[in-house]
């Protein structure tokens, strides 16, 4: 019988390991000596140096040359980068004025709101269904995450249709009981800004959170209960502190992507005159007339730039003793599940509130608004007037499909390059010798995690003026560009993880067998990373079709996708044909989603 050790060492290396990577890569000749290994290795050895030198210089110029246009560009006379010059007039010009200074506070405001807003939704329901006998909670756990297909831009028209004070279904509905509709519930305002853009928080902050909940060891909490203490007390001197790096993260990212978020105050807060950071660089980039402001743009964006660098440090200053937070170790537990009781329907009552809040609801009144010639709120003497008129003008509009295509176009682009390249540089972090090589190439591949898309989309205005020789300034290929390094943390990051399940010793064995390293990555990476490709590929797909604020502001005559018709279809007034882009929208975003669940389910 084979000792424990000997059984424990096979499993490790098992026999089909070498039996692959030789059917893949197998020679006449006999596997060559030792002494040939180890200068096969030497051989490529500057290959890998090529290869990491090569990736740091395209990162590098994709993910730091676009902040660099910004901030060159802001101390230009005329704005741009490549310009002649150098001067202080454009920050004196924005600074000085005390709109600025309001514009900042109010940003301030909305995005701490929002991303309070979103936590404590996204908090409250992890917690009951991850913790509590919440009925139906698997029928829940997926319902919460629904809200993801639908973008930020269509939340914020459904929304705009339901709490509009002139022509919003609830208003109207209750004007024969209340009469005019309160000022304070008013849509279009700061408050409802940030609701919405709260709302539109919640699906990625309960990702977060709930494996988070999850790890909680609930002897912490018996020991607490054994104290005599209540479970509000457990809940918030046990359980909540536990979670504070993880509060700390999701608010960091939140309050990032937030300081330059177009979709919602695109919608709500310019009818509303809501002064915002983003919506005035929206104006100074596209003024009705004469040139673009590009060095009051870019001042604004520096500024921006500046604020998420100081949020980070302070972010790595918080979490820097995250581990004495940390409550999983060896030992095996379930978490703690907590009885209702009477609590139980008021709990089933505030998740089906917030599903209704950011699924039913929205998409009723898309629904409803598509059907009807003009929008007028729900009225039963409108039914009379219900047609498919507005999907038939959709459907049958030249303008509608040219945006379609060039919106499938970007997306089979950005998924194409995201698909090479976050393996090759995932591969490259992953197996990489050098530590410090390593480290560089993950910190260029996230640095696009704290740019906000409009600042992306400002970006490559620069850099696409600047850079005149390529001349892709008004084409699908700019847009695919900005999604393509937009979404490269995301992909990079799938990539690594991945990557770290597969055993280094398949690819050691192709080299020995005379594997280059694109024969490895196309032999042996790529069939085991298959689930992985396919999920990231159908993640990139529905972002980028849904994507609004890089292509809103890279848009020309030539350019145009779907989410800038849709806005264009809501900004001219023609609410019917954009209820019914929107709800086709949706459709196809969910159709897409549902997809990536049946492979992952196939995969398990």
Same mark, same amino acid.
């Given at each position: 019988?084979?000792?424990?050790?000997?059984?424990?060492?096979?499993?490790?290396?098992?026999?089909? =390991?070498?039996?692959?990577?030789?059917?893949?890569?197998?020679?006449?000749?006999?596997?060559?000596?030792?002494?040939?290994?180890?200068?096969?290795?030497?051989?490529?050895?500057?290959?890998?140096?090529?290869?990491?030198?090569?990736?740091?210089?395209?990162?590098?110029?994709?993910?730091?040359?676009?902040?660099?246009?910004?901030?060159?560009?802001?101390?230009?006379?005329?704005?741009?980068?490549?310009?002649?010059?150098?001067?202080?007039?454009?920050?004196?010009?924005?600074?000085?004025?005390?709109?600025?200074?309001?514009?900042?506070?109010?940003?301030?405001?909305?995005?701490?709101?929002?991303?309070?807003?979103?936590?404590?939704?996204?908090?409250?329901?992890?917690?009951?269904?991850?913790?509590?006998?919440?009925?139906?909670?698997?029928?829940?756990?997926?319902?919460?995450?629904?809200?993801?297909?639908?973008?930020?831009?269509?939340?914020?028209?459904?929304?705009?249709?339901?709490?509009?004070?002139?022509?919003?279904?609830?208003?109207?509905?209750?004007?024969?009981?209340?009469?005019?509709?309160?000022?304070?519930?008013?849509?279009?305002?700061?408050?409802?800004?940030?609701?919405?853009?709260?709302?539109?928080?919640?699906?990625?902050?309960?990702?977060?959170?709930?494996?988070?909940?999850?790890?909680?060891?609930?002897?912490?909490?018996?020991?607490?209960?054994?104290?005599?203490?209540?479970?509000?007390?457990?809940?918030?001197?046990? $359980?909540?502190?536990?979670?504070?790096?993880?509060?700390?993260?999701?608010?960091?990212?939140?309050?990032?992507?937030?300081?330059?978020?177009?979709?919602?105050?695109?919608?709500?807060?310019?009818?509303?005159?809501?002064?915002?950071?983003?919506?005035?660089?929206?104006?100074?980039?596209?003024?009705?007339?004469?040139?673009?402001?590009?060095?009051?743009?870019?001042?604004?964006?520096?500024?921006?730039?500046?604020?998420?660098?100081?949020?980070?440090?302070?972010?790595?200053?918080?979490?820097?003793?995250?581990?004495?937070?940390?409550?999983?170790?060896?030992?095996?537990?379930?978490?703690?599940?907590?009885?209702?009781? $009477?609590?139980?329907?008021?709990?089933?009552?505030?998740?089906?509130?917030?599903? $209704?809040?950011?699924?039913?609801?929205?998409?009723?009144?898309?629904?409803?608004?598509?059907?009807?010639?003009?929008?007028?709120?729900?009225?039963?003497?409108?039914?009379?007037?219900?047609?498919?008129?507005?999907?038939?003008?959709?459907?049958?509009?030249?303008?509608?499909?040219?945006?379609?295509?060039?919106?499938?176009?970007?997306?089979?682009?950005?998924?194409?390059?995201?698909?090479?390249?976050?393996?090759?540089?995932?591969?490259?972090? =992953?197996?990489?010798?050098?530590?410090?090589?390593?480290?560089?190439?993950?910190?260029?591949?996230?640095?696009?995690m704290g740019v906000p898309p409009l600042m992306m989309g400002v970006a490559l205005i620069?850099?696409?003026?600047?850079?005149?020789?390529?001349?892709?300034?008004?084409?699908?290929?700019?847009?695919?560009?900005?999604?393509?390094?937009?979404?490269?943390?995301?992909?990079?990051?799938?990539?690594?993880?991945?990557?770290?399940?597969?055993?280094?010793?398949?690819?050691?064995?192709?080299?020995?067998?005379?594997?280059?390293?694109?024969?490895?990555?196309?032999?042996?990476?790529?069939?085991?990373?298959?689930?992985?490709?396919?999920?990231?590929?159908?993640?990139?797909?529905?972002?980028?079709?849904?994507?609004?604020?890089?292509?809103?502001?890279?848009?020309s005559g030539h350019n145009s996708v779907l989410s800038t018709v849709l806005y264009s279809?809501?900004?001219?007034?023609?609410?019917?044909?954009?209820?019914?882009?929107?709800?086709?929208?949706? $459709?196809?975003?969910?159709?897409?989603?549902?997809?990536?669940?049946?492979?992952?389910?196939?995969?398990?």
């Amino acid at each position: 019988m084979a000792r424990p050790t000997e059984q424990r060492t096979a499993s490790v290396s098992p026999p089909a =390991v070498s039996t692959t990577a030789t059917r893949a890569f197998a020679r006449p000749e006999p596997a060559p000596a030792r002494r040939g290994q180890i200068k096969r290795r030497i051989r490529l050895r500057p290959t890998r140096i090529l290869l990491f030198a090569l990736l740091a210089i395209l990162l590098g110029f994709l993910t730091l040359g676009p902040l660099a246009a910004v901030v060159i560009g802001s101390f230009r006379p005329d704005g741009l980068p490549f310009g002649e010059g150098w001067t202080f007039d454009n920050y004196i010009e924005v600074w000085s004025s005390h709109y600025s200074w309001v514009l900042a506070g109010n940003t301030l405001v909305f995005t701490a709101g929002s991303s309070a807003v979103a936590i404590v939704i996204a908090l409250t329901l992890s917690w009951l269904i991850e913790r509590t006998d919440l009925p139906g909670r698997a029928l829940f756990r997926a319902a919460v995450l629904m809200p993801m297909a639908t973008p930020p831009l269509l939340l914020a028209i459904a929304w705009a249709l339901v709490l509009s004070p002139t022509i919003g279904i609830v208003p109207l509905a209750l004007k024969p009981l209340i009469g005019a509709f309160p000022s304070w519930l008013d849509i279009y305002s700061l408050p409802g800004t940030i609701f919405v853009q709260g709302l539109a928080y919640v699906p990625t902050s309960i990702l977060m959170l709930s494996p988070a909940i999850r790890a909680i060891d609930p002897s912490f909490e018996e020991a607490a209960l054994v104290a005599r203490a209540t479970r509000v007390q457990v809940f918030f001197r046990v $359980a909540l502190p536990f979670l504070t790096p993880t509060l700390i993260s999701i608010a960091t990212i939140l309050m990032m992507v937030g300081v330059l978020a177009f979709d919602v105050p695109a919608v709500i807060g310019i009818p509303g005159n809501v002064p915002l950071m983003s919506i005035e660089v929206f104006r100074r980039m596209t003024p009705p007339s004469g040139l673009p402001d590009y060095g009051g743009s870019a001042a604004l964006n520096s500024a921006v730039f500046v604020l998420m660098v100081v949020g980070l440090v302070v972010y790595r200053r918080v979490t820097r003793h995250a581990g004495r937070y940390a409550t999983v170790g060896g030992k095996a537990y379930r978490p703690r599940i907590s009885k209702l009781g $009477a609590w139980r329907w008021p709990a089933l009552g505030l998740v089906g509130l917030y599903v $209704a809040a950011a699924i039913v609801l929205p998409f009723l009144a898309l629904f409803w608004a598509s059907l009807i010639p003009y929008f007028g709120g729900f009225d039963a003497s409108l039914l009379n007037r219900v047609s498919l008129g507005a999907y038939h003008d959709i459907l049958t509009s030249h303008g509608v499909w040219t945006a379609a295509g060039n919106a499938l176009a970007i997306a089979g682009l950005a998924v194409l390059a995201l698909l090479v390249l976050g393996l090759v540089t995932g591969w490259a972090i =992953v197996r990489a010798k050098s530590r410090a090589a390593s480290l560089l190439l993950d910190v260029l591949s996230m640095i696009p995690m704290g740019v906000p898309p409009l600042m992306m989309g400002v970006a490559l205005i620069f850099l696409a003026f600047g850079i005149r020789i390529v001349p892709i300034y008004g084409t699908i290929w700019l847009i695919a560009l900005g999604h393509f390094i937009a979404f490269l943390p995301v992909s990079t990051r799938m990539m690594q993880v991945g990557l770290m399940q597969i055993n280094g010793e398949l690819e050691e064995a192709a080299a020995v067998a005379g594997a280059n390293l694109v024969q490895t990555l196309l032999r042996i990476a790529t069939p085991l990373l298959r689930p992985t490709m396919i999920a990231l590929a159908i993640w990139v797909a529905v972002h980028s079709i849904r994507e609004f604020s890089i292509a809103v502001m890279l848009q020309s005559g030539h350019n145009s996708v779907l989410s800038t018709v849709l806005y264009s279809f809501w900004e001219t007034g023609s609410s019917s044909q954009a209820a019914a882009l929107a709800v086709l929208l949706m $459709a196809m975003l969910c159709l897409m989603v549902a997809v990536s669940a049946y492979l992952s389910r196939q995969k398990d």
